[in-house]
């Protein structure tokens, strides 16, 4: 069975006026729901229920309990403010009556004007000049890569890009999708919601190699600061500022291939130590 398109993941039915049916993952290797996988989709009804004129800037997601990968989601919607300039969204995801997932999004309009600056990208090789290998991805990510096989993702080799000597664990990745997507921007911030999951916790476990844990993604926060395409090249640079009684806090700047800064993520995960008789799990979805 085929993990299906990520068109397919993001077409929610509209149950009611604000409540909207998310398609399984139909998965063969994840049990429990990927992160990405719902909030990609809570973000997509989230935006189902603003006006034209707004786009989403910010989201703040809290992985409640691990949801069935093979089993639909029903996200409710709260409009909780409209405003000339913003509007404020909670959505939560419900599977089996309880919730898996309460995230919060809030919706800027296009046309303000202001000051303006990002930093600046970190140097790193090109896309094309980094392998695909299997044996380049990040520890668990390996038996995983089949899920994603609409995602050409290339981390960088740690010796071929100007590390931060003060940061504990930082990983570089190229990702995007493989195939071309629709136009709508709004599609490709969705898009960027369900990808930015896929490898960031990851980058916890750059300082400990040899470690076995358990991971599952706890919270998730994003801004959207620019436009862009997720099926262009787009540079994640990741780092993990700090592990600690199995949780890790996880940060990520999301550039195009132009140097601007588009996104940007913070992520809480759990990287508890596994017992003997634990099998390795990537759940990221609740503990």
Request: proline residues 5%.
């Amino acid at each position: 069975m085929s993990a299906p398109s990520i068109q397919a993941i993001l077409d929610l039915e509209r149950i009611d006026k604000d409540i909207f049916c998310g398609r399984a993952m139909d998965s063969t290797v994840f049990v429990r729901t990927f992160g990405g996988h719902v909030a990609g989709q809570a973000l997509v009804a989230a935006t189902r229920t603003v006006e034209e004129g707004k786009r989403v800037h910010s989201l703040h997601g809290y992985f409640l309990r691990a949801g069935k990968a093979n089993e639909e989601t029903v996200y409710m919607v709260s409009r909780i403010r409209d405003g000339r300039s913003f509007s404020t969204r909670t959505v939560e995801a419900i599977q089996n009556g309880e919730a898996i997932f309460s995230m919060q999004a809030s919706f800027h309009v296009t046309d303000d004007k202001g000051p303006e600056h990002f930093d600046a990208m970190r140097p790193a090789p090109d896309p094309e000049d980094l392998e695909l290998s299997p044996d380049q991805l990040p520890q668990g990510l390996t038996g995983l890569i089949t899920e994603w096989s609409d995602w050409d993702i290339r981390v960088a080799p740690a010796t071929s890009y100007e590390r931060d000597n003060r940061a504990a664990g930082q990983q570089v990745v190229w990702f995007r999708s493989k195939e071309r997507l629709p136009d709508d921007e709004t599609f490709h911030i969705c898009t960027l919601a369900y990808m930015s999951d896929m490898t960031l916790l990851f980058s916890s476990m750059v300082p400990h190699p040899e470690d076995k844990v358990q991971m599952a993604s706890l919270d998730h926060a994003m801004w959207f600061l620019r436009p862009f395409r997720a099926d262009d090249w787009l540079l994640y640079d990741q780092s993990s500022p700090s592990a600690h009684h199995g949780r890790s806090l996880t940060q990520g700047k999301i550039y195009d291939r132009q140097g601007n800064l588009v996104a940007v993520t913070v992520q809480e995960g759990l990287t508890r130590t596994l017992r003997e008789t634990t099998a390795p799990a990537r759940d990221s979805s609740g503990a």
